[in-house]
């Protein structure tokens, strides 16, 4: 057997605190472009962080322990939301965008939540893994995201009822 066949990659999910906010928002840096303003600043993450339900989750390859994803969250009721999820550029395709979404939506609910919801840009990619995994569209938000330049973006309201079947 070829010494270059890929390793396999075991990811671990981690609950994150403010004090790994840097690994956080160094993928945050890399994964979402300024062009449309979808990322977070640092503040706002630190800000919604002590609220209730809100839940950061950094995705690590288990050998390296470096972390190469993550996910923000909101358990309210029996909603939840996911605020944001990134990957750093350089291991995007790989799958942990999905393993992400799949502890989104277990972790929701686990927790009690009967209806999921996510915004994301219209154009955004990431439409696609969110459609794969049973999201629909539930509504249109004009002009939700500002890119740096002042344009304006659209985005969609995203629906999953995990148990409806
Ligand atoms: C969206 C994102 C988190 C997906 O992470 P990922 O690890 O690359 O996702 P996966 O490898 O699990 O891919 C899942 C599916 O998403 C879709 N997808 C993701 N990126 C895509 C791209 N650039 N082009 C086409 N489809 C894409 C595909 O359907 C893909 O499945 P496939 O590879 O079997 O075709 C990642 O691309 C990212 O960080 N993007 C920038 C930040 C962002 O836009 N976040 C979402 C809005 S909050």
């Known amino acids: 057997m070829s010494s270059l066949a890929p390793r396999p990659t075991t990811l671990l999910f981690e609950r994150a605190e403010v004090d790994q906010l840097d690994e956080v928002m160094a993928i945050m840096a890399g994964a979402f472009s300024p062009d449309y303003g979808e990322a977070w600043t640092r503040s706002q993450c630190a800000g919604i962080m002590p609220m209730s339900g809100v839940v950061l989750t950094l995705a690590r390859e288990q050998a390296s322990a470096e972390a190469r994803g993550f996910s923000l969250l909101r358990t309210v009721a029996d909603e939840a939301e996911l605020l944001l ?3 750093a550029p ?7 965008g ?21 915004e994301v840009r219209d154009g955004n990619l990431a439409a696609g893994m969110y459609r794969a995994t049973g999201f629909a569209v539930a509504g249109r938000r004009h002009h939700y995201y500002r890119g740096a330049d002042g344009s304006q973006f659209d985005a969609l309201t995203l629906v999953l009822e995990p148990n409806q079947g």
């Open 98 to 118: 999905r393993a992400l979404l799949d502890h989104f939506i277990a972790h929701s609910s686990g927790c009690g939540a009967r209806r999921l919801h996510l």
């Open 85 to 87: 999820i990134g990957v």
């Open 90 to 96: 350089r291991f995007q395709r790989s799958g942990i």
